[in-house]
């Protein structure tokens, strides 16, 4: 495993992606530099972990607080608030990532935090925004009705509501995860899309590198897939494992954003996407909820040495994974058992600059 302070061996980069005035309209250098300043010491630098399986990097994001990146996003929206000496209490809505984030940076201020999840959000989702002191309210079947009941409560009883995706603040913490990759200089990065914030902020941080970033999605759940071709937009998304990504439209925002500052957007079948969360525990020993496994999908028809695709998370519960494998093992009763990865030599690797 290694720091992302490890670079990969020099290679010759592609023409950067094309900058214009109207990026600072959205969310500026300046905006990822002052969020990259204020979370640093509240988020984890996640290491990078070599997949032979895979066939590239894991940019391991599911060793991060709560267990996910959103903390990043969520950090850099609640304490720049508190900054402006904003000291409402905080109301988040998602499956349950964005949640537990706010609760964490909620409890860092000091404030109070409150948290709208669908009702089919995840037990341990649950368990870990109320272990950050949110006061969880279950709502709806969908991120949308959470989304819309959230801001009704914001409306009528004055909590300050910070949104999952859509949002420069959000955005900007989550370009902290592009400027750690941007330090080892990858030739493609393989970013998860929901609502898009991650793959906004990534883009935007990489986006004079000359690194491409290409945006995964779920089959059924493919909303910026559609903005970023211009297809008509989805009315609702299909069921799918990735609880995390589960959203039917992108943000106004991250939608205009991703259509600049990605190269493209890729979609994987629910079917690659269950078997790569159980590869990704047998061969790399690495628990990635849904959303975590989607960036490594498609990473793995595309393998290269200086590829990285982001595990955005690690919260699933133990008995949803065995009960995957059981699943599994039905539909493959003669497969070859796991072998798992073997330990790749240091002398092999870059030493730490």
Known sequence: MLSTHTHFPEHHTQAPHADADHFSEWVSDLDITQANQRIRKLVRKTPLLRSPHFGGWLKLENLQHTGAYKVRGACNAVLEGYERGDRRSVIAASAGNHSSGVAFAAEQAGIASYAVMPRSAPLIKIAMTERYGANVILHGETYEAAHAHALLLAREQGHRYVAAFD????????????????????????VPVGGGGLAAGVGLALRRSGTRVVGVQVEG?????????????LERAAPTIADGVHVAR???????????????????SEQELRQTM???LETDRVLAEGAGALAVAAMRRNPGPRNVAIVSGGNVDLKSVMRLRGDSRSARPSSRPPQPTPPQPLSNLDQWS
């Open 250 to 268: 992108p943000g106004t925002l991250t939608a205009e954003i991703c259509r600049e500052v990605l190269d493209s957007v890729e979609l994987v």
């Open 221 to 233: 759940v493919d909303g910026m897939y559609r903005a970023f071709h211009g297809y008509p937009p």
């Open 167 to 190: 949002d420069r603040h959000i955005i900007a913490g989550q370009a902290s995860l592009g400027l750690e990759l941007r330090s080892v200089a990858p030739e493609v990065v393989y």
């Open 278 to 280: 159980l590869s990704l």
